[in-house]
């Protein structure tokens, strides 16, 4: 059965997701707040909207009157979504869901306080002098994050007492939305940081895929692989702890759930209620169906038994170095040339410093560390001309 998908966000990630549900016959309209954005050029309508707007976003709702909608960003204003779902309108994962974890300091109250998982030390500022107190008592080195942002942005380590008004500044600048307050929380000296996606189900077991390992710079993903080398007891406490958060918040689709794997112990870090960017990596055939595959079969209701792991896998990204206009790519045929590898460009209509442009992606029998070295290589081969 043909239902309307109304998809809030139209990034490269949301553009796979319109690709993956346009493959089980569904109609898709593809919303963001600048034209041309990738999942756009894939779907079969699509809205300009600022969505944190509640008007322009109700406005786009009655429009379209969807049967689903699905939130793939954060800057959206999410408290509407209670109305959609009174209206019959099913939200993915639910309204509840969408609304604690598009709020650090909502899925972390969950996380820590109400489900006990170990998280790091944490306290909340909503001004500069609250700042600084709570710098003060978690001590450096600290991280500290917008309630409300992503890819990264206005997210930074704060190491030098010195430029704590540096670090405020930069999270007020990279916050979205109404809110203007920071999590501030203690440095945890990982060994190795980990995605689990997992997979919700209106009628079926949670599964969890296969654990990616991830490197980030400024807050994001650089490159990821997949599986992630980590003991059975230390995964099966992540998987266990990613059941837990992923069941109280209820509601079917794919979680990207963060861990840091420090020494024997297993921190919860970060939840997403949809495709993760270090899941990108399951584009390299990593396993039977990749994240938006099966974020496409839990929102429809389709069952999957099992997420059967196929082969190693790495992602690395090719990222903008400037401001600028469209561009072209110079050098994928370095990547065509080398068995198992595969590049997705994302054809964004314009770019930023450090702005995700594209990613390479490499697969195969080889361990993930020379999996994870060849992505890079090719992705640094790879130049952007604006034109």
Not at 170 to 176: L, N, V
Not at 361 to 380: D, H, I, M, W, Y
Request: aromatic letters at 8%.
């Amino acid at each position: 059965m043909t239902q309307r998908i109304l998809l809030l966000g139209s990034g490269e990630l949301g553009k796979e997701l319109v690709i993956a549900l346009q493959r089980l016959g569904q109609y898709v309209i593809a919303v963001d707040h600048y034209a041309n954005a990738p999942a756009m050029q894939v779907a079969h309508a699509f809205e300009v909207c600022n969505m944190l707007d509640g008007q322009a976003l109700d406005a786009v709702v009655k429009k379209y009157n969807p049967d689903i909608i699905v939130p793939e960003i954060e800057a959206i204003r999410t408290e509407r979504f209670f109305d959609y779902e009174a209206q019959g309108i099913l939200v993915v994962p639910s309204a509840r869901a969408a609304n604690i974890t598009m709020n650090r300091k909502a899925i972390r109250n969950l996380a820590a306080e109400t489900l006990q998982l170990k998280t790091a030390a944490y306290l909340y500022a909503d001004t500069i002098e609250a700042f600084k107190q709570a710098v003060n008592q978690i001590g450096l080195p600290c991280v500290v994050k917008p309630l409300m942002s992503s890819s990264g942005k206005g997210q930074s380590v704060l190491r030098d007492i010195s430029l704590i008004e540096d670090v405020w500044n930069y999270a007020m600048e990279g916050s979205r939305g109404d809110y203007k307050e920071v999590i501030v929380e203690a440095f945890i000296p990982f060994d190795f940081e980990i995605t689990l996606l997992t997979l919700t189900q209106k009628q079926g077991p949670t599964l969890c895929c296969a654990p990616i390992g991830h490197r980030q710079e400024r807050g994001d993903y650089q490159e990821s692989w997949q599986p992630c080398a980590i003991s059975n007891d230390l995964l099966k406490t992540a998987e266990a702890m990613a059941k837990k958060v992923t069941q109280a918040l209820g509601g079917a689709g794919i979680w990207g759930v963060e861990f840091f794997i420090c020494k024997n112990e297993v921190y919860f870090s970060e939840l997403s209620p949809r495709p993760h960017d270090t899941g990108m990596v399951t584009l390299a055939h990593t396993q039977f169906l990749n994240e938006f595959e099966l974020h496409a079969r839990a929102i429809l209701g389709y069952p999957v038994p099992e997420i059967p792991l196929l082969q190693n896998g790495a992602s690395a990204v090719i990222l903008a170095q400037k401001d600028g206009g469209a561009v072209s790519f110079k050098g994928i045929e370095k990547v065509f040339s080398e068995t198992g590898c595969d590049v997705r460009v994302f054809n964004k209509p314009f770019t930023r410093p450090y702005r995700r442009m594209g990613v390479v992606l490499c697969s195969g029998n080889a361990p993930v560390t020379e999996l994870t070295e060849q992505a890079k290589r090719l992705a640094s081969d790879i130049r952007l001309e604006y034109q």
